[in-house]
């Protein structure tokens, strides 16, 4: 079954799999379909709900065919078809926010009030230390990919929960939550944006620091 994939890299790879395609203030983006061949069909990717054209654009290796869209809201929605018989999954459409760089998109998204990208526990959405480097580590595909799951780190210092934006951002790395010793969770990176914690797992896992005890090297610590 054909799915959709970012276009970080050249030649996309079945694990570039996404849960949403990120569009322009304008409506346009470009996605890449995995899988593109039903046996002697090639599939078409169409717009199935809302606003925008799909448009057919060139192969990345033999697997991928990249579409240019336009005209998208985040009302659209796209899904690809062999004939007339779906092929994938329905894809949302997620629009950017119309900022100047991404720092400044990271720290409307964390005050914009959307659970899905600033965590909401018990009603109440979670504090925010919103960092402006150190985010987004792929320059021309910064938002996430399909979400697997947390990637949990001990920190090897011992700061409270929200105290780690100059050590984020000094080290250009970064992380979307940190919780202390007592239990207080802090988000830095909205859910849509990529940390830079884990190396290739950035695009597909959320990142978690668990701040370390006493004496701590960062490893073997116990989690809160």
């Not at 790879?13 to 983006?29: H, L, M, R, T």
């Not at 400044?104 to 005050?111: F, T």
């Not at 979670?126 to 985010?135: A, D, F, N, R, T």
């Not at 990142?207 to 701590?216: P, Q």
């Amino acid at each position: 079954m054909a799915h959709f994939v970012s276009l970080r890299a050249n030649v996309p790879s079945p694990e570039d799999d996404i849960d949403a395609v990120d569009a322009s203030p304008d409506g346009s983006a470009m996605v890449g379909l995995w899988g593109m061949m039903d046996g002697a069909i090639e599939c078409e990717v169409k717009v199935v709900s809302g606003p925008g054209v799909a448009t057919k654009k060139d192969k990345r290796g033999s697997a991928v065919r990249v579409w240019a869209l336009q005209k998208l809201t985040a009302q659209s929605k796209l899904q690809a078809f062999s004939g007339v018989r779906p092929f994938t999954e329905v894809l949302p459409v997620r629009i950017t926010p119309a900022s100047a760089s991404l720092a400044e998109q990271n720290k409307a998204l964390l005050e914009g009030g959307n659970p899905e990208e600033r965590a909401v526990i018990d009603g109440a959405a979670v504090p925010i230390v919103p960092l402006s480097k150190g985010i987004g580590d792929y320059r021309h595909a910064p938002k996430m990919e399909r979400v697997r799951g947390l990637a949990v780190h001990i920190t090897a210092g011992m700061t409270a929960a929200d105290g780690y934006k100059e050590t984020f951002e000094s080290r250009d790395a970064s992380t979307h939550f940190v919780i202390g010793r007592d239990g207080k969770i802090v988000q830095y990176v909205a859910t849509s944006i990529r940390a830079q914690a884990q190396g290739p797992g950035n695009g597909h896992f959320l990142s978690v620091e668990m701040v370390g005890g006493a004496s701590n090297s960062g490893a073997c610590q116990a989690m809160t």
